[in-house]
């Protein structure tokens, strides 16, 4: 299954708006959408990982107060390659 990111963003903000999640999380999907359109090793990485890996990455992201921060992402995914099944 290939991720959408642009709508776990729509669910995420959703979320926010309704109150359930902290208003982090739309700094930190925005942060994710804006770092996906840029940089092609990241949007490789999001296309080949489940979503529930996207949304744990959120939530690390939110809880290191990394909201904003790219460099915090490439990092990221740096130490969490995709793997690969036979």
Not at 39 to 58: H, T, Y
Not at 68 to 85: G, H, K, Q, S
Request: charged share 25%; with cysteine; proline share 5%.
């Amino acid at each position: 299954m290939k991720t959408d990111i642009h709508a776990i963003a729509k669910n995420i903000l959703h979320h926010v708006d309704m109150h359930i999640l902290s208003p982090a999380y739309a700094i930190g999907i925005s942060t994710i959408v804006g770092f996906y359109a840029k940089d092609a090793r990241f949007r490789r990485w999001v296309k080949n990982v489940p979503p529930s890996r996207i949304q744990k990455m959120l939530a690390v992201m939110v809880r290191e107060c990394a909201w904003r921060n790219e460099a915090w992402l490439a990092e990221y995914i740096r130490n969490r390659p995709v793997r690969i099944r036979a």
